[in-house]
């Protein structure tokens, strides 16, 4: 079992590095744009408890997804010494692309389990990630 699913997850980390090659996106890069996209603009370090690493890190990610013109750093409207990172409509635009191809890839990656496998494959998912 542990064998299957390590040889899964390479497989999945391969078809993600593949589906960011249009656009030039590293998975860190791709991750903060689906946070942003799915979470509205934030603090870097909101950002940064989101992906689950470190703010000096975030930091990194968001400088060079605003060098692309993907996000830009906005003062917050509730705080003047705070800065937020929002998407650019470029960024949402990137964002809501690499979405639509992670859900093609994802449904060409399950499309050989049957509506029961799917959903018991859910259901375990769902257990793993709650744990």
Request: glycine residues 6%; without cysteine; aromatic residues 4%.
């Amino acid at each position: 079992m542990h064998e299957a699913f390590w040889a899964v997850s390479r497989r999945m980390r391969e078809q993600t590095k593949r589906e960011m090659e249009p656009w030039g996106i590293a998975p860190s890069q791709g991750r903060a744009l689906a946070v942003l996209l799915s979470g509205g603009s934030m603090r870097p370090g909101a950002l940064a408890e989101r992906l689950r690493i470190a703010p000096r890190s975030a930091t990194e990610v968001v400088d060079d997804l605003q060098e692309r013109g993907l996000v830009e750093r906005r003062p917050d409207p509730d705080d003047r010494r705070a800065t937020l990172v929002a998407l650019t409509d470029q960024g949402r635009a990137t964002a809501t692309g690499i979405k639509a191809a992670r859900a093609a890839a994802s449904e060409r990656m399950f499309a050989s389990l049957n509506d029961a496998d799917r959903a018991t494959l859910s259901r375990i998912l769902r257990t793993l990630a709650a744990a």
